[in-house]
Structures are given as structure tokens and as C-alpha cells.
């Protein structure tokens, strides 16, 4: 395998491992998918209430947990060949937004010393205009207050401040300004 650091891709100016042979250009056929392993250590699994994949993937992607697919958007196949595109152009947004997954059905598949972590990121053509997989693996404690999930739900509060996280009401209160002041 190379190394490299995520974000991995190209042509939207938020990568750190720069693909410059996945798009095809007149010297050169491009590639539709990229594969990408971690190894992490975990002392006690039993202890964890709950596990997410947070991604920022453009255009699709398959998750797996030591060797068990455990996630994935926008492809088709199983496993989906090397050679297979994305089902369309689609994904997270430039690296602003991860798109979180889930995984604490997955828990049971971590065992105590040495996992893996494999994505296998998909393109949708050969031409697109860019490709990004930048994955994390997490855990978060409860919180204890409720997340923000609407204008509806932010309407509720009087005071928020200190208490959501600066894109969350960033992207909350956007959309209030857009549907009621347009």
C-alpha cells in the first residue's frame, strides 16, 4: 500500500493526498476507485455505548470493519469491483459537512488489540471534475442536551450559546434566514 494522509482526492482544493493520475487526461486512463486502510488499536470494545464513520466522500464509498462491510453510499455491487463507478455524482459538499454513519451495530466486530478500518472509495466517471474520501472513526459521549435538527427545534430555544457547535448553528440558522426572510 502507499501512504498517505486524508483527505484523498482531487480537484476541489481540500485534499492532502493529492490523486493527480485519478482523472483521465490525454497521457493517462484515470481510475474509478481508490482503497484506503487504517489500523487502530482498542484495549476494551465492551466499554463503548457507540461508534460513527463520519465521511466526506464524493461519490460514493463502501465501509468495512475488519473485513465486514459496515457502511456505504451512493455504490452498487458486493463487493463493488475496482473497476465500478459510483452510481452518480453525489456526495458531501467540498469537505464543509462529514456525513456521519451510524456503527454502533458494528461494535461487536472490534476485537481488544490491532483493527482495520478499509474504505473503498468509488468515482462516478473517469472525467469528473473531482474525487474526495476523507473518513474518522469516533466515539461520543451522550450529550446532555438535545441536537439541533430544525428552525423548528432552534425556535425553541432562548439561549443556545455555548451549547452548539459553531457550523450547527451556522447551518441552522441559515436555513431560518433563507425561508423566512426571502
Known sequence: WLSGATGIGYGDDDDVTVLTDMRRADDQ???????????????????????????????????????????????????????????????SVDGEVQTRFDLSHAIELLVPGENVLAIQGHNANRTSSDFSLSPGLRT???????????????????????????????????????????
Not at 142 to 154: C, F
Not at 157 to 181: C, D, M, P, T, Y
Open 29 to 91: 486512463d484515470g481510475y474509478l476507485s481508490v482503497y484506503a486502510r487504517k489500523t487502530f488499536e482498542t484495549a476494551d470494545a465492551s466499554s463503548l455505548t457507540n461508534l460513527f464513520l463520519e465521511i466526506d466522500s464524493d461519490d460514493g464509498f463502501v465501509a468495512y470493519l475488519n473485513g465486514e462491510e459496515v457502511a456505504r453510499a451512493n455504490v452498487d455491487g458486493a463487493p463493488p469491483a475496482f473497476d465500478d463507478s459510483a452510481r452518480e455524482p453525489a456526495g
Open 140 to 182: 461520543l459521549e451522550e450529550a446532555p442536551y438535545p441536537s439541533l435538527r430544525s428552525v423548528n427545534a432552534l425556535q425553541e430555544w432562548i439561549h443556545v450559546r455555548g451549547i452548539h457547535s459553531e457550523k450547527q448553528l451556522q447551518a441552522v440558522l441559515g436555513e431560518f434566514w433563507e425561508n423566512h426572510f426571502t
